[in-house]
Nanobody
Framework: VQFVESGGGLVQPGGSLQLSCKIS????????????TRWYRQAPGQEREAVAT????????NYSEAARGRFTASKDFRRSTIYLHMTNLKPEDTGVYYC??????????WGPGTQVTVSS
């Protein structure tokens, strides 16, 4: 399974970024509708934390308290890509953002991460 993450970078406080995570090489006959997908972030010196969970069925999305109201996650199974649109960014949003795909069995795949820096 291969991941291509993009969209990270340097942004001023109050700005916006959209992260993308394109996933290829999933099991034949399956697509992202069969996988739960998540966005995580890891700030310097801190543990990795989930910011958005997109469930494989029903379209339900759960956000962390820090992300709720500012971040919007979405999935386009035709493009095999998940997105994280982030608005009103704050310095404490700085970190490496990772995407993750979990299958119904033991499949558990992580992307390489993309750096987001919020600073003036």
């Amino acid at each position: 399974v291969q991941f291509v993450e993009s969209g990270g970078g340097l942004v001023q406080p109050g700005g916006s970024l959209q992260l993308s995570c394109k996933i290829s090489g999933l099991d034949p006959g399956s697509d992202l509708r069969d996988y739960g997908t998540r966005w995580y972030r890891q700030a310097p010196g801190q543990e990795r934390e989930a910011v958005a969970t997109l469930y494989s069925s029903g379209g339900f999305i759960n956000y962390s308290e820090a992300a709720r109201g500012r971040f919007t996650a979405s999935k386009d199974f035709r493009r095999s890509t998940i997105y994280l649109h982030m608005t009103n960014l704050k310095p404490e949003d700085t970190g490496v953002y990772y995407c993750r795909a979990l299958g119904a069995g033991s499949e558990d795949y992580w992307g390489p991460g993309t750096q987001v820096t919020v600073s003036s």
